[in-house]
């Protein structure tokens, strides 16, 4: 028998604020443990919590991208739990009027062997993801296991920290399906400048949700929560091995426990780490301490005039206007920065198409031959447009703009500095250029007779000698015409004299 996977996603993103959800405390990663804590974040009694406006932005706009309808009046609610790296003994939250709720985010899903049927739609190569809600909270601090002291040390620090919870339905069937998720919304998260996404530093975090059912069967399976999965190869292979595992229980009679299980990296196994709590074991209560939050149309129109385009509008844009194929406008957009240094690329050189192929071709084989993450690019914005113009106005050759690229790519070099630093331009000076194919007319006689005496293919191995001559400098097409213009007066002189 046949099954499928069935995944719902819950991603916890860190926002790029300068100070914490209710107090001003830096949100700065790193730092000495608990250097960055007060009385609101450490929970101390009687502290009062206030709303850092930028959160709410920050979450409005993120609301709107994801096309979630805005809930106009929000609140917070109380999640209370006890647990050593939370001081206040519960977690600010939202649960009976979440920011956002009802959105969707389209992803790409190519068709492949083995994805589960059932799914193809007018446009197979895109799949809806429904948004079920969107909301604001505190993170909790952080602890650090010391196997050689045999303790655990608690860093508060992160107390406080501004997080979005995303909870999608379970709409996923594959791991694919999933990373590609995670990856759009990475992606367009960076564009809004709401979060780095930085996954290895966890200010991007998912929590799978996963059952499985025979093909065919309507009804959900009993699900299993994998928390806190900080890389799309964790998330993949933490889905496969769950389903696998649920699975061979379910073909064998059994049931799936309702728990929550842990991932081990190392082992690529998961394991039983809890029963799941009921909303009702987290004793949700409003929060007294924070007043309702009222949203006007006003606030929302003008944080959606601040959005930026987000991705899958450029792609659409750089398609239908720039005319640039799909597969180039899925890849100029997959990266913020790649995108920045694509729009101002066309822009310097006037043309999409030549700024598209160059970092299609050029950058991305460099990146991928040092390893280079787009966000670590040293290029300058305007290096690469610079070098097209010149290669275009014949100022520099191929080569010497590949040459440049390697030296704006490798080290943040200006081009026209570089180019006059290792002297890379061409020859265009029409004197110099006469004086040099005088110059090898005078040394390849022999060649130069053959081809005035009809010997047409002679003129290539003459073109060569003075490209030589130039040391490869000469703007081609100039020297190609110089030397045209020189034989046929040589030509001319010759048939005069007959
Ligand atoms: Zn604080």
Same mark, same amino acid.
């Given at each position: 028998?046949?099954?499928?996977?069935?995944?719902?996603?819950?991603?916890? %993103?860190?926002?790029?604020?300068?100070?914490?959800?209710?107090?001003?405390?830096?949100?700065?990663?790193?730092?000495?443990?608990?250097?960055?804590?007060?009385?609101?974040?450490?929970?101390?009694?009687?502290?009062?919590?206030?709303?850092?406006?930028? %959160?709410?932005?920050?979450?409005?706009? $993120?609301?709107?991208?994801?096309?979630?309808?805005?809930?106009?009046?929000?609140?917070?609610? =109380?999640?209370?739990?006890?647990?050593?790296?939370?001081?206040?003994?519960?977690?600010?939250?939202?649960?009976?009027?979440?920011? +956002?709720?009802?959105?969707?985010?389209?992803?790409?899903?190519?068709?492949?062997?083995?994805?589960?049927?059932?799914?193809? /739609?007018?446009?197979? /190569?895109?799949?809806?993801?429904?948004?079920?809600?969107?909301?604001?909270?505190?993170?909790?601090?952080? !602890?650090?296991?010391?196997?050689?002291?045999?303790?655990?040390?608690?860093?508060?620090?992160?107390?406080?920290? *501004?997080?979005?919870?995303?909870?999608?339905?379970?709409?996923?069937?594959?791991?694919?399906?999933? #990373?590609?998720?995670?990856? &759009?919304?990475?992606?367009?998260?960076?564009?809004?400048?709401?979060?780095?996404?930085?996954?290895?530093?966890?200010?991007?975090?998912?929590? %799978?949700?996963?059952?499985? =059912?025979?093909?065919?069967? #309507?009804?959900?399976? $009993?699900?299993?929560?994998?928390?806190?999965?900080?890389?799309?190869?964790?998330?993949?292979?933490?889905? @496969?091995?769950?389903?696998?595992?649920?699975?061979?229980?379910?073909?064998?009679?059994? $049931?799936?426990?309702?728990? #929550?299980?842990?991932?081990?990296?190392?082992?690529?196994?998961?394991?039983?780490?809890?029963?799941?709590?009921?909303?009702?074991?987290?004793?949700?209560?409003?929060? *007294?301490?924070?007043?309702? !939050?009222?949203?006007?149309?006003?606030?929302?129109?003008?944080?959606?005039?601040? !959005?930026?385009?987000?991705?899958?509008?450029?792609?659409?844009?750089?398609?239908?206007?720039?005319?640039?194929?799909?597969?180039?406008? +899925?890849?100029?957009?997959?990266?913020?920065?790649?995108? %920045?240094?694509?729009?101002?690329?066309?822009?310097?050189?006037?043309?999409?198409?030549?700024?598209?192929?160059?970092?299609?071709?050029?950058?991305?084989?460099?990146?991928?031959?040092?390893?280079?993450?787009?966000?670590?690019?040293?290029?300058? &914005?305007?290096?690469?447009?610079?070098?097209?113009?010149?290669?275009?106005?014949?100022?520099?050759?191929?080569?010497?703009?590949?040459?440049?690229?390697?030296?704006?790519?490798?080290? @943040?070099?200006?081009?026209?500095?570089?180019?006059?630093?290792?002297? !890379?331009?061409?020859? $265009?000076?029409? +004197? /110099?250029?006469?004086?040099?194919?005088?110059?090898?007319?005078?040394?390849?006689?022999?060649?130069?007779? &053959?081809?005035?005496?009809?010997?047409?293919?002679?003129?290539?191995?003459?073109?060569?000698?003075?490209?030589?001559?130039?040391?490869?400098?000469?703007?081609?097409?100039?020297?190609?015409?110089?030397?045209?213009?020189?034989?046929?007066?040589?030509?001319?002189?010759?048939?005069?004299?007959?």
């Amino acid at each position: 028998m046949e099954f499928e996977t069935i995944v719902g996603l819950e991603v916890h %993103v860190e926002l790029k604020t300068e100070s914490k959800i209710f107090c001003s405390c830096p949100t700065r990663f790193g730092g000495a443990p608990n250097a960055h804590i007060c009385e609101v974040c450490a929970g101390l009694p009687g502290a009062l919590p206030r709303l850092n406006k930028k %959160v709410l932005d920050y979450a409005v706009m $993120t609301s709107l991208a994801l096309h979630c309808e805005v809930t106009k009046k929000s609140r917070f609610d =109380r999640k209370n739990y006890f647990y050593p790296d939370l001081p206040k003994g519960y977690q600010i939250s939202q649960l009976y009027a979440p920011i +956002g709720r009802n959105g969707y985010m389209d992803i790409d899903v190519r068709p492949e062997a083995g994805r589960s049927p059932g799914e193809a /739609s007018s446009d197979a /190569s895109k799949k809806r993801i429904r948004i079920h809600e969107l909301h604001m909270e505190d993170d909790a601090g952080k !602890l650090i296991h010391d196997e050689a002291e045999n303790s655990t040390k608690i860093d508060f620090s992160r107390c406080g920290v *501004p997080l979005l919870e995303i909870v999608t339905e379970p709409d996923f069937r594959s791991d694919e399906e999933v #990373t590609a998720f995670l990856s &759009e919304l990475r992606t367009m998260l960076k564009f809004i400048g709401v979060s780095d996404c930085k996954m290895q530093e966890g200010s991007l975090r998912a929590d %799978v949700n996963l059952s499985v =059912r025979p093909i065919g069967e #309507t009804a959900l399976g $009993t699900r299993t929560e994998m928390k806190n999965l900080s890389s799309f190869r964790a998330v993949s292979k933490a889905i @496969g091995y769950e389903a696998k595992r649920q699975w061979e229980i379910v073909r064998c009679g059994g $049931t799936i426990d309702r728990e #929550t299980r842990r991932w081990d990296e190392e082992k690529e196994m998961s394991f039983s780490m809890r029963k799941k709590e009921d909303a009702a074991e987290y004793k949700y209560f409003p929060e *007294p301490d924070l007043p309702v !939050l009222r949203i006007t149309d006003e606030k929302i129109d003008e944080l959606r005039s601040v !959005l930026p385009e987000l991705p899958q509008e450029k792609r659409k844009r750089y398609i239908e206007e720039l005319h640039l194929p799909e597969y180039d406008a +899925g890849i100029l957009t997959a990266n913020k920065e790649i995108t %920045v240094l694509f729009e101002k690329t066309a822009e310097i050189c006037g043309d999409p198409k030549d700024a598209s192929n160059w970092i299609m071709v050029d950058l991305m084989k460099l990146l991928n031959d040092t390893s280079t993450l787009p966000e670590d690019l040293k290029i300058r &914005e305007d290096s690469l447009g610079e070098i097209i113009v010149m290669f275009k106005e014949g100022k520099v050759s191929r080569a010497a703009g590949k040459e440049l690229l390697r030296a704006a790519f490798a080290e @943040g070099a200006v081009p026209k500095e570089y180019a006059d630093a290792k002297d !890379l331009w061409l020859i $265009t000076d029409r +004197g /110099s250029l006469e004086e040099a194919v005088g110059k090898i007319l005078g040394n390849n006689g022999k060649a130069r007779d &053959e081809y005035l005496a009809g010997k047409t293919k002679n003129f290539q191995f003459l073109l060569g000698q003075a490209m030589r001559e130039t040391k490869g400098k000469a703007d081609p097409a100039l020297l190609r015409s110089v030397l045209e213009e020189k034989l046929a007066q040589l030509s001319h002189d010759k048939t005069d004299k007959m």
